[in-house]
């Protein structure tokens, strides 16, 4: 799943990386996706597990205000076409000078016989 999420992202022309990976003081992309899976959560059927619901952050990082809020919001259309379930989007402090940031959770349903 996670793959799937990178590859609907890229498609928006951003780099994407998961959470945390740029070193501090790392020259950053204008514009970029990180996300992070903070749970994955099996749901269970007479004792078998038969679906993982994954649960990710998505964050949008840009030195353009404007691009945070606009491509952030395109990339949760595009992730609800492709049975994303997406919650509502908000703003975050980016932590990084001159970068504005906005982060959305989204889940997806993933059947155990798909692995």
């Not at 492709?82 to 997806?108: K, M, W």
Request: charged share 25%; proline share 4%.
């Amino acid at each position: 799943m996670k793959q799937k999420l990178i590859d609907i992202l890229e498609t928006f022309g951003y780099p994407v990386s998961l959470q945390g990976t740029y070193e501090e003081g790392a020259e950053l992309p204008k514009s970029f996706f990180t996300f992070w899976n903070y749970e994955t959560e099996p749901v269970f059927y007479s004792n078998d597990v038969k679906r993982n619901v994954w649960v990710f952050r998505v964050f949008f990082y840009s030195q353009d205000p404007t691009l945070t809020n606009t491509i952030l919001k395109q990339a949760c259309k595009k992730l609800r076409e492709n049975n994303f379930l997406v919650g509502g989007a908000y703003d975050i402090d980016s932590g990084v000078p001159n970068y504005t940031a906005r982060e959305v959770e989204v889940n997806i349903i993933e059947k155990e016989d798909e692995n």
